[in-house]
């Protein structure tokens, strides 16, 4: 699979694109049936979906983020958050160079909490950082996927990353998905004691309920969900644009 864009400067130039999108992974276990990559190529899935339908200047992956929760599992790989913050920021000045002034992440690891805090802060000054999907979004994909589960009980290498995976990228995906449910609901001190403390696996949720056609009806869903998002960024593009042209500031 082609994680990295192909585009060229002239494939870019025509485009014209106003917004740039960022895929956010992670490189980090999901127990044995999914690759250390999962989250990468999940968010690259849905980051390059949103590029083919949203005129969208489509960014390489980060493909290691914030995982301190699955370190003790081999294989785990993390940035500090004060690392991710810099990145980020370099990447928002960088491209703020070339006029396009608003950044989506989209985001497919859930401890990257301090993309939150980003988001905040740029967003005082304009429509500048949107964080995609939100848990709405993702809670929206799965009520239309027909999946089993919900986003608590099947939290990590579950039903929802195994069924994209198994639609996108079947070759990542090992048979010993069918037997590696395992239920942790009570999570109460995650933060405290990391994944280990709840699963030996590393899974958390029923990957055994995943079909690829969930997998499809989940992506699907959340590039309809992104034109809501669209909308609002591109309503504070045009006001900003007028806004310029009648020389106010």
Request: hydrophobic residues 40%.
């Amino acid at each position: 699979m082609e994680l990295m864009t192909t585009a060229s400067s002239t494939d870019v130039a025509d485009k014209g694109a106003r917004i740039a999108v960022l895929p956010v992974g992670s490189f980090e276990q999901h127990g044995d049936h999914l690759p250390l990559i999962t989250d990468t190529v999940i968010a690259c899935l849905i980051a390059r979906q949103l590029a083919e339908n949203y005129p969208l200047l489509l960014l390489p992956p980060l493909t290691i983020s914030c995982s301190h929760e699955h370190e003790t599992f081999a294989g785990t790989v993390s940035l500090s958050p004060a690392t991710l913050i810099a990145v980020i920021s370099d990447i928002r000045r960088s491209l703020a160079r070339s006029g396009i002034t608003t950044l989506v992440l989209v985001n497919a690891h859930g401890g990257n909490y301090v993309l939150s805090n980003i988001a905040q802060q740029a967003n005082t000054t304009g429509r500048n950082v949107v964080i995609y999907p939100g848990r709405d979004d993702w809670n929206r994909a799965r009520q239309v996927a027909g999946m089993d589960t919900d986003s608590h009980n099947d939290m990590h290498g579950g039903e929802l990353e195994t069924s994209i995976l198994l639609h996108a990228e079947p070759d990542l995906v090992r048979p010993s998905f069918r037997n590696a449910d395992h239920e942790a609901s009570d999570r109460s001190h995650l933060h405290l004691l990391g994944m280990a403390a709840y699963t030996s696996s590393g899974i958390i949720g029923r990957p055994s309920a995943a079909t690829d056609v969930k997998g499809k009806a989940a992506l699907d869903a959340l590039t309809k969900s992104f034109g809501e998002y669209f909308a609002l960024i591109t309503m504070q593009t045009e006001r900003g644009s007028s806004a310029r042209d009648c020389g106010v500031s």
